[in-house]
Nanobody, 118 residues
């Protein structure tokens, strides 16, 4: 059974960098089947895709956030991370990590609330 768990600060000040880590169990970041992504949901809004990293380590980002987004991974720990720089209050959201498989995200973490506020 694949499980994902997000971790990181719940409060970030405006203009700082938001950093989250997703720990994966029951699946490998380098497995050829899959990709590993980040999605968020701001309060009262729908899901927004942020980016994805494939098994070969290549990452792709939402065009609207590309200049502020970085996804990295640590295969020795089976973790992948999201960094979102220069955050405004509008980056307040529940952030999810998820596994991509065959054009869908089939396993999700429970989500973590991040609030951007001074």
């Amino acid at each position: 059974q694949v499980q994902l768990q997000e971790s990181g600060p719940g409060l970030v000040k405006p203009s700082q960098t938001l950093s989250l880590t997703c720990t994966v169990s029951g699946g490998s970041l380098t497995a050829s089947c899959c990709a590993w992504g980040w999605i968020r949901q701001p309060p009262g809004k729908g899901l927004e895709w942020l980016g994805v990293m494939y098994n070969d380590g290549n990452a792709y980002y939402s065009p609207s956030l590309k200049s502020r987004t970085t996804i990295t991974r640590d295969t020795s720990k089976n973790q992948f991370s999201l960094q979102l720089s220069s955050v405004p209050p509008d980056d307040t959201a529940v952030y999810y990590c998820a596994r991509g498989n065959d054009l869908t995200y089939d396993y999700w973490g429970p989500g973590t609330q991040v609030t951007v506020s001074s």
